[in-house]
């Protein structure tokens, strides 16, 4: 079992920036990828940007492209998502995801493993 704790969520204002930390622990492997989605009070939970296992290849949503980035430090079995011009429509609580590929991918049936989240809360 692989087990995953986001931290570095909060409340910031519009246009603010943040970044979130995703730990992984138990039995890591790090070629595994690694990704994060979003869920919104009321909505589905998204795709919202996800990274191969050696950090070399990425993919976003394209509600974040250009303001959201993806990274991953595979000696600390940790993965961050950089979120910059923050919005209010960025409020979710935000789940880092694992899966048992090398490869990135974009749903959420294809992630293996879940954290518990850690909310972002954006004010305008």
């Known amino acids: 079992q692989v087990q995953l704790v986001e931290s570095g969520g909060g409340l910031v204002q519009a246009g603010g920036s943040l970044r979130l930390s995703c730990a992984a622990s138990?039995?890591?492997?790090?070629?595994?990828?690694m990704g994060w989605f979003r869920q919104a009070p009321g909505k589905e939970r998204v795709f919202v940007a996800s990274?191969?296992?050696?950090?070399?290849?990425?993919n976003y949503a394209d509600s974040v492209k250009g303001r959201f980035t993806i990274s991953r430090d595979n000696a600390r079995n940790t993965v961050y998502l950089q979120m910059n011009s923050l919005k209010p429509e960025d409020t979710a609580v935000y789940y880092c995801?694992?899966?048992?590929?090398?490869?990135?991918?974009?749903?959420?049936?294809?992630?293996?493993?879940w954290g518990q989240g850690t909310q972002v809360t954006v004010s305008s």
């Open positions: 990274i191969n296992g050696n950090g070399g290849s990425t």
């Open positions: 138990g039995r890591t492997n790090s070629g595994y990828a």
């Open positions: 995801a694992a899966r048992r590929s090398y490869y990135t991918a974009s749903s959420r049936d294809q992630y293996n493993y």
